[in-house]
């Protein structure tokens, strides 16, 4: 287990890579942040010499791989780290310098125990990319396919976890502090951070998830997945079919091709409705490098290390949610927040769909070239703090996929109008999931589950009520104060201010590895 003072070490020297970048000033200027972090802040700066404007994607870059991962994430909540940090991650490369090819094959074989010319005919020493986790090298296999091989880079798994563990440190200092950090849930943050990038770290995980999605996409047209080489994948390995074609953000060379861009575009909103909305597992990681066009127009999706999913209720509150914004129905989209009880029911429902219509309305029967996402997302982000609405994790992905599959699709056809693609797919799917006939199907199912539970619940009644006359009840134990709560207590004296500083550097770390910066 990793002390306290290791915990403090590594987010001292993270803090002062932040403030080197001006990246801290956000921090002290927020009047969110609490007073403790903001001090802690301002000793971290002392000395250092900042830039003008402050460079949030470059601290994350030189702290490195993991940091660069959390900084991709936080880019999507400018609720957490303020607009002019979001802004600004959303530049974050996640290109690092290539390993030695030498080592990228002793990794290869020592994961499949055989040597590589066992595996591929031949594979390219130069990689096509280099990113934080791993790198892909083009290669033909022995059975003559070519294929994309992606390797995770040496030690990259440890150097992950040891991060992480700090980041887990120190988002729990910052939330015990209350107020906004705990609304926030910098601790919920970090914990889905760990569970995206353990996905990554695994690419069996990742090659299924690609095969997942490739069979609930398998009815759409004009949208594929690469094929997995099974036998050629593993933890540390994995081989994919190799795709040709022109990235979707080269939109010249689209339009050298012949390509219908605002058919592309609608293409690729469809597509990522139908993962959303109608399988509850979709491609999260849709920006512009990992999506090509082959020259029959079909959109190809690549790199499944990031994948969202979400349970049916949330898609019915999702499609409903969509449906009110496109239709103006604000009382509805209010009544929904409310029955998923995302906003306390002390909240007012009237008050609250006054709120919606004022983001809402601005935005409708408008082309997206005409609108402010970052203007949107303010206004969505103050109802959030105004009725205490606490974040939601399970839908942080979808928001973020969401702003990605927007900006693509503008750029193919700025004129593209989001709600009017949308409307069709969400009217139709409430239609079919949420009508009367499948209400009545759902009732069935439900009503039969419960009767088929009703023994298992009476054998654990049971088991919770035994009959007199078996082993003795346990007595009552004493309440002992354990040693770190009465460390606390000492804390808050004046010989404790030693271990109180030590606490508050771990909660600022926690700002500046969780997230807190604007």
């Known amino acids: 287990m990793t002390r306290p003072a290791t915990h403090i070490w590594r987010l001292l020297k993270w803090g002062r890579t932040l403030a080197k970048h001006g990246a801290l000033r956000g921090i002290e200027r927020d009047p969110n942040t609490p007073p ?27 702290i490195g791989p993991a940091a660069i991962k959390l900084g991709q994430s936080l880019a999507t909540r400018p609720d957490l780290v303020g607009e002019e940090a979001a802004r600004n991650l959303l530049s974050l490369q996640d290109s690092l310098p290539p390993v030695d090819f030498e080592q990228i094959k002793n990794a290869i074989e020592a994961s499949f125990g055989r040597p590589i010319d066992a595996l591929y005919s031949y594979i390219d020493p130069d990689p096509v990319g280099a990113a934080s986790i791993a790198q892909v090298h083009r290669a033909v296999t022995t059975d003559g396919v070519e294929v994309a091989v992606k390797v995770l880079r040496p030690g990259i798994r440890e150097r992950f976890e040891r991060d992480i563990a700090t980041y887990e440190w120190a988002a729990a200092h910052l939330e015990a502090l209350g107020g906004e ?4 849930r910098p601790r919920l943050t970090i914990a889905n951070f760990q569970r995206w990038t353990n996905r990554e770290l695994d690419l069996r995980r990742e090659a299924a998830s690609a095969s997942e999605l490739s069979d609930s996409m398998k009815a759409v047209e004009g949208y594929e997945i690469p094929t997995i080489d099974w036998d050629r994948t593993n933890g540390r390995v994995m081989t994919v079919e190799w795709v040709d074609g022109v990235k979707i953000s080269n939109r010249e060379a689209l339009i050298a091709a012949g390509h219908d861009l605002p058919a592309l575009a609608q293409r690729l909103v469809l597509a990522f409705l139908t993962q959303a909305i109608s399988g509850g597992f979709f491609h999260a990681d849709m920006h512009q490098g990992n999506l090509f066009v082959r020259a029959d127009g079909t959109i190809v999706a690549i790199d499944f290390g990031i994948m969202g999913r979400i349970d049916r209720r949330a898609r019915a509150w999702l499609a409903e949610i969509l449906y009110g914004l496109t239709t103006g129905n604000y009382r509805r989209v209010a009544e929904i927040h409310f029955e998923a009880q995302y906003v306390p029911s002390y909240h007012s429902v009237d008050e609250f769909a006054t709120a919606l219509r004022a983001v809402g309305e601005p935005m409708r029967g408008k082309p997206v070239s005409e609108l402010s996402v970052g203007q949107m997302l303010d206004g969505l982000f103050a109802i959030t703090r105004d009725f205490d609405m606490q974040t939601q994790p399970h839908l942080l992905l979808l928001q973020k996929t969401m702003v990605m599959v927007e900006g693509i699709a503008t750029q193919l056809d700025p004129q593209i109008n989001m709600w009017d693609v949308s409307a069709p797919f969400v009217r139709g799917w409430i239609r079919d999931e ?3 006939e499948s209400a009545l199907a759902d009732r069935i199912r439900e009503d039969t589950d419960t009767l088929m539970r009703i023994p298992a619940l009476i054998r654990r009644l049971e088991e919770q009520y035994p009959p007199r006359g078996g082993a003795p009840e346990t007595p009552p134990l004493p309440d002992i104060e354990l040693m770190w709560d009465s460390r606390v207590k000492r804390a808050r004296t004046w010989p404790g201010y030693v271990f109180a500083g030590l606490a508050g550097a771990g909660a600022v770390a926690g700002a500046l590895a969780g997230g807190w910066i604007g």
């Open 434 to 436: 949420l009508g009367p």
């Open 181 to 184: 950090a705990r609304r926030l």
């Open 36 to 62: 403790q972090v903001q001090r802690l802040a301002r000793i971290a700066r002392f000395g250092t010499f900042q830039p003008r404007q402050p460079d949030y994607a470059g601290a994350f870059f030189d």
